[in-house]
């Protein structure tokens, strides 16, 4: 299956974005560095996981940038071309384009492309394919005519095949396509015309390239992605070559026109297509599986887009209005087990990743070990089927055995050598039914914790949890095992991994987070990865040093009876350093909580049952997080995985549904309270005003369509 994560916006507004959009999305000479370049004279280069520009260039006024930037990667300058001809290199600690090299070429360039371990290519609007060294040699050199009069290139691509580059650029004359190969080494250049499939208007173009083979994919007007293969290993080039192509993927777009549509390759087994119809106006970007011809996810885009689309490792960028934004996304392998169903999947860091699918080929026997083979060897004579049969026997009484003889030492065997002997056993090689076998070794041992009560292996429920094939229902007791020894750490890791925990278990696991001492974590194995970044590791000390009145509640008392004028007093406690109300630990172990899956309907009981204390110290925790979250102009904290500011929001709006008259009438929530009444009532206020603007700048709008102006006028314009 394939997810779209949740948007964010890299930058604001893109200066220089109109209708045409960007020139194009590039990488920078670092993984996380991308380089924006706009219609206009600018190009901004950005980090994405910092979500702000690290640096911006323009060109002259007048001047107009006509090529995307791109990083040379092996000298770490940046390098684009303005009016059609002009060229420019520039490195980081450059601040005027107009002071940097330049170098006026003798055709226009309609891009270069650059990659890794090769030089930059330049590939001219007639066709002609030059290295960027070959032309700084010789900026004035003639530049020859490859493709004929009128035709007009709309795509290109450039790869690297055995370390030698291969430059791949499409090209359109009088509604005919053409598709044209450079390879360097030997230096030829292959043209093939592309044949139409059932619709000759193609709108966008991708291409991957596997082996020794191009895959050519086309998205035509009538919606549907048509492929085409291109060899690599041809001897000599021949004229007037002829590509097939085939129908890869029809889409729910079948009879309308689309307009500004794209597509990106995310996989061997997954696209991108975004874009819109004349039947349904509302613009969109999905998923599909070209393997199974499913949709896997979809998500409206309401500001519209420019039409343009770019994916980098897992990333997708788009304009969506005039804001540049970054979608991330994941691409499970495709199967058909998968295809079925999707299952919540969260990788610990460190642990091996695991498919929470079948493989179905293992049923059929393709997966036998050699040695089995070799014993059915003497079977050839026998049909497939009866074959089949035998080897999953064989491999069942096998693998019957194994699990019955580690079965058989959970019941005895001490803590210490249990975990001796699952690290053997899960260091095999795991075969189909290794889902259903950890489960029986679960059940197994919590059993035992049943009956022994002085028997508990931590270390080993925490490797079984980490296998990532468990799931509530395979093992239901083993939480309330968990929730008896306190055992924060397993509790944990079974909320960030477990998709079907019942709201009763997830509120129990509440109230043992928010009631365990802090001495008691400080000696406790936690996965703080969720709070890394926006939380002091070293505040424990601080806040020993402050008053606390229990697990860091530190209520502000408001005691006048005003609320507007305690809210003005409250102006120099809001304007303060935000302090963490709770340590770092046990921030880490409410984050589980709130990425923990929930059906309002069944939540909402459960968390009456909290004491006020807990609800007053838990809401003080999720108001931290809001303030941290209002800090960025994204509205995100950092770090790998922090909650997401709809999960903040959505717990202060439960635990205010569940004890809302209990909430208004003690006194220490008064402060929180108010400070949440003087955000939203801020809030208001700017959409107000920004709905005034916008009506001011209608009515400017069609008073200047209205009036003719002359040639040349001075306006002044007052908004009141």
Not at 91 to 102: A, G, P, Q, S
Not at 299 to 327: A, D, N, R
């Amino acid at each position: 299956m394939a997810a779209l994560e949740e948007d964010f916006t890299l930058g604001g507004l893109v200066p220089g974005a109109g209708l045409d959009g960007l020139l194009g999305v590039e990488r920078g000479h670092k993984a996380d560095l991308f380089l924006v370049t706009d219609h206009g004279r600018t190009v901004v280069l950005y980090k994405v996981s910092d979500q702000k520009p690290l640096g911006c260039w323009s060109v002259k006024q007048g001047q107009t940038i006509t090529c995307p930037a791109v990083c040379n990667f092996q000298t770490g300058e940046y390098v684009v071309v303005h009016d059609d001809k002009v060229l420019r290199i520039w490195k980081n600690e450059d601040v005027n384009l107009d002071k940097v090299f330049k170098a006026t070429l003798s055709a226009d360039v309609y891009r270069i492309h650059s990659l890794q371990n090769t030089e930059p290519l330049v590939l001219f609007r007639e066709g002609a394919v030059r290295s960027l060294d070959v032309l700084l040699a010789e900026p004035q050199q003639k530049i020859e005519a490859v493709i004929s009069d009128e035709e007009v290139i709309k795509w290109t691509k450039l790869f690297l095949d055995s370390n030698q580059p291969v430059l791949i650029f499409v090209t359109e004359k009088h509604g005919n396509y053409f598709v044209y190969m450079q390879v360097f080494n030997p230096h030829n250049l292959y043209k093939y015309t592309l044949l139409p499939g059932e619709e000759n208007v193609s709108l966008s173009f991708a291409a991957s390239v596997n082996g020794r083979l191009i895959t050519l994919l086309c998205l035509s007007c009538n919606g549907c992605i048509y492929e085409t293969m291109i060899p690599l290993n041809q001897d000599k080039p021949e004229e007037k070559k002829e590509l097939v192509t085939s129908l890869l993927l029809k889409t729910y777009i079948s009879c309308n026109v689309l307009k500004g549509v794209s597509f990106a390759i995310l996989d061997k087994d997954h696209v991108a297509i975004m874009g819109t119809s004349l039947k349904t106006p509302k613009e969109s970007i999905s998923i599909w599986n070209i393997k199974f011809q499913t949709l896997q996810t979809s998500k409206e885009l309401p500001q519209g887009t420019s039409g343009q689309l770019w994916c980098y490792g897992g990333k997708l960028f788009m304009l969506h209005g005039k804001f540049l934004t970054v979608i991330p996304f994941k691409c499970e392998i495709s199967s058909l087990a998968a295809s079925l169903g999707k299952l919540k999947h969260v990788q610990a860091p460190g642990t091996q990743t695991v498919s929470h699918f079948v493989n179905w080929g293992t049923f059929q026997g393709d997966g036998l070990e050699s040695q089995d083979s070799n014993n059915l060897a003497p079977l050839k004579g026998q049909s497939r089927r009866s074959l089949r049969t035998r080897r999953n026997e064989t491999r069942s009484q096998l693998q019957d055995s194994t699990d019955k003889e580690f079965l058989s030492c959970i019941k005895d065997a001490s803590e210490k050598q249990l975990e001796q002997q699952l690290t053997k056993f899960l260091a095999d090689k795991r075969t189909p039914d290794f889902q259903i076998t950890v489960g029986h070794i679960v059940t197994e041992l919590v059993g035992r914790c049943k009956t022994e009560p002085e028997f508990y292996p931590h270390s080993s429920l925490v490797q079984l949890i980490q296998t990532q094939v468990l799931s509530y229902s395979l093992c239901p007791d083993l939480m309330a095992v968990a929730l008896e020894k306190r055992d924060v750490y397993l509790l944990q890791l079974c909320l960030q991994q477990f998709p079907d925990i019942p709201e009763s278990i997830t509120c129990a696991c509440l109230k043992v987070f928010l009631s365990i001492g802090d001495d008691f974590l400080k000696g406790t194995d936690v996965n703080m990865e969720s709070v890394v970044g926006y939380i002091d590791f070293l505040q424990d000390e601080k806040m020993g040093k402050s008053e606390i009145v229990q697990n860091g509640f530190s209520p502000v008392p408001l005691e006048d009876d005003n609320f507007e004028d305690k809210l003005n007093k409250s102006d120099d406690i809001m304007n303060t350093t935000l302090t963490c109300p709770v340590t770092p630990h046990k921030a880490a172990l409410l984050n589980a909580i709130l990425h923990s899956a929930y059906s309002e309907t069944f939540l909402l009981p459960n968390l009456k049952d909290l004491t006020v204390q807990h609800v007053i110290l838990f809401l003080q925790y999720l108001h931290f997080l809001y303030e941290k979250c209002s800090e960025s102009a994204s509205m995100t904290l950092p770090g790998p995985c922090p909650p997401t500011l709809n999960q903040i929001m959505d717990w202060i709006c439960l635990l205010l549904d569940a004890h809302f008259t209990v909430i208004v009438m003690i006194p220490e929530a008064k402060g929180i309270l108010a400070s949440l009444y003087k955000f939203v009532k801020a809030q208001v206020w700017v959409y107000s005003e920004l709905n005034k603007i916008e009506g001011s700048l209608q009515q400017l709008q069609k008073m200047h369509q209205q009036r003719n102006t002359g040639l040349y006028s001075i306006e002044v314009l007052e908004l009141i």
